[in-house]
């Protein structure tokens, strides 16, 4: 079975600068999720998805982030525009159902640098 | 509200040594407890969990109620398992089933 694709693997943006991130989940995923790691500590849920609706986006900064998954399939996540204190890799991750009792899937994650 | 506390960021071993690496949680529903690991390069991925009560990799956790904690445990570690370990709690489907992480602890395992 085919992981959790995640594109790019790196990007290196000026602050004030825009960018997205793309994820496709394992196919029949259900539940989409994008996680915030900064270095030296463990992933931070930013919004997590079930099929096309937002189930939980109570941490993600709203000013500035916004993601979406409008087929219920692939997702998009956009900063806009970057702080230096983004600088993270966004992992995506996906599960069959919210309820899966199971962990989930992760992609490798997109590495995000501001300068 | 869910929280998952690792305390120590670094564990340092000799291989064939014991390891623990400690895990506490803060859940007032009845939770599931996952350890989570990250070799160098590669994604994050699912070691166990403590619904199976397996042993993945002679590694083994016991969920302890009394204690809030999940303690993931090797009796002799091997270089291999030098790497990032992630302990990580679901709560229930009220709180949307998510996934929340402690912030790691390396593990580096001296030959």
């Known amino acids: 079975e085919a992981g959790v694709a995640q594109s790019p693997r790196y990007k290196i943006i000026e602050k004030r600068q825009s960018v997205a991130f793309w994820c496709n989940p394992i196919s029949g995923h259900a539940t989409l999720y994008w996680y915030q790691q900064i270095l030296g500590q463990g992933p931070k849920l930013l919004i997590q998805f079930q099929n096309n609706g937002v189930v939980d986006d109570s941490q993600l900064p709203k000013d500035r982030f916004s993601a979406e998954r409008l087929k219920g399939v692939d997702s998009t996540l956009k900063i806009q525009p970057a702080k230096l204190e983004d600088s993270a890799v966004y992992l995506c991750?996906?599960?069959?159902?919210?309820?899966?009792?199971?962990?989930?899937?992760f992609g490798s994650g997109t590495r995000l640098t501001v300068v | 509200a869910q929280r998952v506390t690792q305390p120590e960021k670094l564990l340092s071993v000799f291989k064939g040594a014991p390891v623990e690496l400690k895990c506490n949680y803060s859940?007032?529903?009845?939770?599931?407890l996952f350890w989570y690991v990250q070799y160098s390069r590669q994604r994050l991925q699912l070691l166990l969990r403590?619904?199976s009560r397996e042993s993945i990799k002679g590694f083994t956790a016991d969920l302890n109620k009394g204690e809030t904690s999940f303690h993931l445990k090797k009796p002799f570690a091997q270089e291999e398992d030098s790497a990032m370990y992630y302990c990580a709690l679901k709560g229930a489907q009220a709180a949307g089933n998510k996934l929340t992480f402690g912030g790691g602890t390396r593990v580096l395992v001296k030959p």
């Open positions: 991750a996906s599960s069959l159902e919210a309820g899966a009792p199971y962990g989930y899937t």
């Open positions: 859940y007032s529903g009845s939770p599931e």
């Open positions: 403590h619904i």
